[in-house]
């Protein structure tokens, strides 16, 4: 039976090579950012890819597109898969769109094969999960969680959009998006098929990743007030100057990132400083930087570490700092039963796998308050994810979509 649901892999590539030609040809690599013209045109494809497959797609209340596969229990909780396919800018053509296709190829195999599940099966495309300039990632599946909230409806982007609008331009109702949550009692399990992004598969040589945690993240933002002056007669002993200080920040940051423990990562992405000219001394600067870990207690000492190192070196300077913590989210592990059936089902198809920690954040965290939550990673070709060059082969792509399927086989069984 387990044999019978492999994937047609030249179907499943195909199928995402048709959604990749969805793209913001303006720009390199591919780009299909949240409410964008090429995600509400792909979208379309998406829908249909759903209908053909026999999934009846809706339109959900938080713009999630969301497939049925009916079980023989024709109610009750139902066994969700799914991710997203939206991208970065200038990102991947596999980041998200494996797990959503695989879910609906899981499909196909499971009428072709005439294999009925106890449970309804959902295949859901998550509304916009990237990091996007509203600051609000996941927004489909913090949406079905119930943690997206009013105020996040509130945050602008670049040009002073606020969410809310950006989402009744897309055809969606705000408020109807915050106020269906789903319920625990709607879900069996969720478990999400992606691809690594990251380089531990294809060095150690496994197939596949049994994901252990999804890392929690801490971003911050420091503002740096110095005081400005004449770059060619005040002493050097005499400066306050902000940008020195936020540049020993940068490394501050790296330090305690290279001292983690298990897996523990810390980023400065980006720094401003002003007045901003080649004769004057910084009087201000802001940096925005960020720690990730599936170790929470490591994490919490890390911010604490942080913030001491950062304000001992800046008041050595003379210069005032002020600390705003942007974002404060725990580690989650995935659920222990869900990783059984995962490696149950890896051992029986003979595919070699490996526990790994997820330093990146998916909508399988947010799914995780509504039931058990596993997820699989498939290699990433030299680990380069979020660009052009992001590739997993064919052949990976269709081990995971396989293992996805015996994986949802073995939730179902009473
Ligand atoms: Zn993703």
Redesign the pocket.
């Known amino acids: 039976m387990i044999d019978a649901l492999a994937p047609d892999a030249g179907r499943l590539q195909g199928q995402i090579d048709e959604l990749s030609a969805f793209h913001d040809s303006g720009r390199p690599g591919w780009s299909r950012e949240v409410f964008s013209e090429p995600y509400r045109a792909s979208r379309e494809w998406v829908r249909a890819a759903m209908a053909e497959a026999g999934l009846n797609p809706v339109i959900d209340d938080a713009g999630n597109i969301v497939g049925r596969l009916p079980g023989r229990r024709r109610s009750g909780p139902a066994l969700v898969t799914g991710?997203?396919t939206d991208t970065v800018p200038s990102g991947g053509r596999f980041?998200?769109v494996v797990?959503v296709l695989a879910g609906i190829e899981v499909a196909r195999r499971l009428r072709e094969t005439g294999t009925e599940l106890e449970h309804d099966l959902l295949v859901v495309d998550f509304l916009g999960?990237?990091a996007n300039e509203f600051g609000i990632s996941c927004m489909g599946s913090r949406a079905v969680a119930g943690v997206l909230r009013p105020e996040h409806l509130d945050r602008t982007d670049g040009d002073g959009l606020a969410l809310g609008t950006a989402m009744e331009r897309f055809g969606l109702d705000p408020s109807a998006a915050l106020g269906r949550p789903w319920r625990a009692s709607d879900v069996h399990g969720y478990v999400e098929l992606?691809?690594e992004?990251g380089p531990l598969l294809e060095r150690s040589g496994h197939d596949i990743g049994v994901v252990t945690a999804i890392a929690g993240i801490d971003r911050l933002l420091v503002t740096f007030a110095g005081r400005s002056g004449h770059a060619g007669t005040t002493p050097m002993a005499d400066r306050h100057d902000a940008l020195v200080s936020a540049a020993a920040a940068v490394l501050t940051v790296e330090r305690v990132g290279c001292g983690a423990p298990v897996h523990g990562v810390a980023t400065s992405g980006h720094i401003q400083s002003g007045p901003g000219s080649m004769g004057v001394i910084t009087d201000q600067a802001r940096l925005w930087a960020e720690i990730r870990s599936v170790d929470g207690s490591w994490l919490h000492g890390a911010r604490r570490q942080i913030v001491d190192e950062i304000a001992s070196e800046a008041r050595a300077r003379g210069v005032d700092i002020d600390v705003e913590w942007l974002t404060d989210q725990d580690p989650v592990p995935t659920t222990e039963a869900v990783r059984d059936r995962i490696t149950e089902a890896a051992d029986d198809l003979g595919l070699p796998w490996k526990a790994v920690p997820s330093g990146?954040g998916?909508?399988a965290a947010h799914l995780a308050t509504l039931g058990p939550m596993g997820m699989i990673f498939v290699p990433s070709v030299a680990g380069r994810s979020h660009c052009p060059e992001e590739l997993t082969a064919p052949a990976d792509i269709a081990r995971g979509a396989h293992l996805l399927a015996a994986t949802l086989l073995r939730m179902d069984s009473p």
Do not use: L, T
């Open positions: 991710s997203h980041d998200g797990g999960e990237e992606h691809i992004q990146a998916h909508d």
